[in-house]
DNA sequence: CTGAAAGCGCTTACAG
DNA sequence: CTGAAAGCGCTTACAG
């Protein structure tokens, strides 16, 4: 149904289009279009008359209409893979209130097809119509925030930056994700200054995170004459708990674990318990990500905090830069991560202050 | 940039339009818009032509161009309100997996304003230029996943169905929710059944949900004749943790308390191990929501389960409800919730199994 | 600084 | 069943 001046007239209200306002400011609609987008070039008078006619009507420009005639929408796709993890949320917030403060705009979206057997961590697989939607909305450029399982070609044709997640190895697009190397020196330091020698690491499967992590492990530990314990796992809690059940079981079982992420860690505290192993005494436990759950009284996990919000601040600069100049060659950026030590690792920590307000 | 001849010889390629795919196979427009929106009614041998031509192409219709014509896109709009929250991520999933069975798209998108010192639960303000955006989108339908705090008038004109949240009373809009009356006295059901009859209630503040809870509690308690202690308390972790010292404090201190959500009831488990407050021998705790982190073995929280994935599922349904009969009423659906029982009121809980994989 | 015109990619009556 | 035409709401050269 088109919108007629009679549909206006009725109950079903539509916004108002520039048409309307340019009749009540008595102008042409080019001049409405030029007041709103290039305020300057537009004579004070008329465009104090255009204004007033706008607001008197509650006119706002269409976002739909000035895209398609652009060929570009007046914002940066966030495209999140995974809802569930609450660290995407919180990157994804950062890059919006980051583009926000530079006058761009970020419309976050989410993509994750749910498998049946899906799990809080899961990488799930991405839903190609929701990229193809955000490709039609054409947005000036797309932060995808956590790692695609599927081919980079859906994003083609328009300036990405990968937050918190690798980029193919000959790609065109940008990264912005932790020093992982960097963190295992953390993590492994932290331990080996406890005393611990013999260490695990719990991970390697699922990804080029993961199997970065693991690499990272073992040169960290061969860098220190130590040997480096792997018991392959994913990122789930189940896979945490099983490894750990694992490597309880060996001859020699390690002092100490790191895990590839929090969630497996998770696991891994779970299977210490059952299995009457005395967290940290007996084995002390390190995660990657530091999600909020690894701060609570009864986990208090030690973690690899990744700055999360840093990540998402900079994946937005990063594709401000892109927009500024067209020729910008893509870049990679490794944030310096933070060891949070937590009861995990060491018996008497601090005592906490209660949660602030 | 218009889209010219010119630009889609270059290397720089945009998608193909109808019109390239009308002159491959040697048709009008029109008739390859037919052929997309209504294949019926092209003859077999042309609407084949056409096909093959658009799949030679890569054609897919243009949403935005679409929706601009249309006057509606081709999707439902889901606004999740706050991202940080792991169920609205589940029901959003439920509503999309639901919609998609139903032949309908759903397109997901957050408007969560981050503030500063913003909390897992918080619920947050919401971004008015979200809901403008997705408004020119033009969505058939919309289904807005958790409370949102201001008016409602962002979404007149536009189907609406409130899932996890409770209109404002004289509204248009439908709704699907938990029973909360029935979810309280589940909790209480259960307390009782262990032999408490100090019960307390933490919660109340924070919106019409908490205040919906605590009026339960209340109601649940007087229909046994016991006396209902109630502790205003808000979402977060935080108040929870100070509503739990301040009932735990006074001279005849409950022996149980139900709490208005699992993140505060988190903050009273971390109130009752701070002050060495054996849980459940001293303290009994029921949280809302049964949110993943109840089930970790370190939390163990008997919760009231909301069943997510059914809210979201009854949701969609109540949407295309909406679109199937212009007329219809809103309606509003309760959700009979689910106790699930752990080692938060349970001492011996039956032994779990090991997380699945 | 201003206004008429063409166009973004699609859909929808309307006449053949 | 098919094709030419007008339109969705906006922007962008282009001529005044």
Redesign the interface.
Known sequence: ???TGADSASG????PTIRDVAARAGVSKSLVSLAFTDPQKVGPQRRELILEAAQALGY?P????R??AR?SAP?VGIL?VN??N?IF??I???V??ELDLNGE?G????A?I?DSDDL?NSYGRIDP??V??L????PKALIVVGTVPEEEAMFR?IPTVYASAAPRPNTEHSSVRMDDAKGMELAVDHLVSLGHTRIGFIGGRGGAVSAGRARAFITEMESRGLEAVVEPAGF????G??AA?DLLSRDRRPSAVVCVNDISA??V???A??AGVVVPDELAVVGFDNI??AD????SLTSVDPQNREIGRLSALAVLELLGAQGTPPSESLITPDLVIRGSTLAHRPQEA????
């Open positions: 149904m088109a919108n079903q209200r539509s916004r706002e269409n976002f739909l209409a895209s398609l060929d914002f999140v809802l569930r609450p949320a919180e994804a917030e950062a919006r209130q705009y419309l976050i979206t989410s994750a749910t809080p119509r929701v193809r939607m490709q039609d909305l054409r044709g789930s809690e189940a896979e708990y099983r059940n998770i696991g505290l779970a299977a318990d059952d909020p759950l609570l009284n009864r986990i209660p949660p602030s307000d």
